[in-house]
Nanobody, 123 residues
């Protein structure tokens, strides 16, 4: 089992950048696909980005709304996964969650979640 703790959220103006980090504990971190999801007030939790492996090669997935602006990466030696968010928009405002599970864009395919970190983008 793996435990997850997010950090790096905050308040930023539109067009700015933030870097979210997720620290994982547990010896099996490298065997999990890792994802970032977000949930805005009154909305369902939605997929943002994920990084898994296919044939020994890291594979990344992005929601269309963040493609070209966000970058997910992981460091298995440090048990961390990072979401670099550039050119932020007010509609990116949400609580961002790190998750571990199957390589997927679906919420239900992830069975371990962090506590979330707030990202607020002002216009």
């Amino acid at each position: 089992q793996v435990q997850l703790v997010e950090s790096g959220g905050g308040l930023v103006q539109a067009g700015g950048s933030l870097r979210l980090s997720c620290a994982a504990s547990g010896r099996t971190f490298s065997s999990y696909a890792m994802g970032w999801f977000r949930q805005a007030p009154g909305k369902e939790r939605e997929f943002v980005a994920a990084i898994g492996r296919s044939g020994g090669v890291a594979v990344t997935y992005y929601a269309d709304s963040v493609k070209g602006r966000f970058t997910i990466s992981r460091d298995n030696a440090k048990n961390t996964v990072t979401l670099q968010m550039n050119t932020l928009k007010p509609e990116d405002t949400a609580v961002y969650y790190c998750a571990a599970g199957a390589s997927s864009i679906r919420v239900n395919d992830y069975d371990t979640w962090g506590q979330g970190t707030q990202v607020t983008v002002s216009s």
